[in-house]
């Protein structure tokens, strides 16, 4: 069983900057596909907030966080980050990792966003 483990999540003020990790305990799996982050704020659904491709050349960001937010990819430490700046409180939400090719999610980690 391949297990995404996200962290990096907590409490940040508007404008600041938190990094998340999401790790794979399968080197293999992971580093064969793509990789997304979500997100999904209290009452709303979940949405597509970053992807990277399998070699980590191509990435792309939902319009609310181009520009802010970073995807990356460490396939020999079988990780993907997103370093998220310019915090906004609309941030707000339970960020999870999913690796489509092998249907598998984080728990997620949560972050909030105060003023």
């Known amino acids: 069983q391949v297990r995404l483990v996200e962290s990096g999540g907590g409490l940040a003020q508007t404008g600041g900057s938190l990094k998340l990790s999401c790790k794979s305990s399968s080197s293999f799996t992971f580093s064969r596909g793509s990789v997304e982050w979500y997100r999904q704020a209290p009452g709303k659904e979940r949405e597509l907030v970053a992807s990277?491709?399998?070699?980590?050349?191509?990435?792309s960001y939902a319009n609310s966080v181009k520009g802010r937010f970073t995807i990356s990819r460490d396939n020999v430490k079988s990780t993907v980050y997103l370093e998220m700046n310019n915090l906004h409180i609309e941030d707000t939400a339970v960020y999870y990792c999913?690796?489509?090719?092998?249907?598998?999610w984080g728990q997620g980690t949560q972050v909030t966003v105060s003023s």
């Open positions: 999913n690796h489509p090719a092998s249907g598998y």
């Open positions: 990277i491709s399998e070699s980590g050349y191509t990435t």
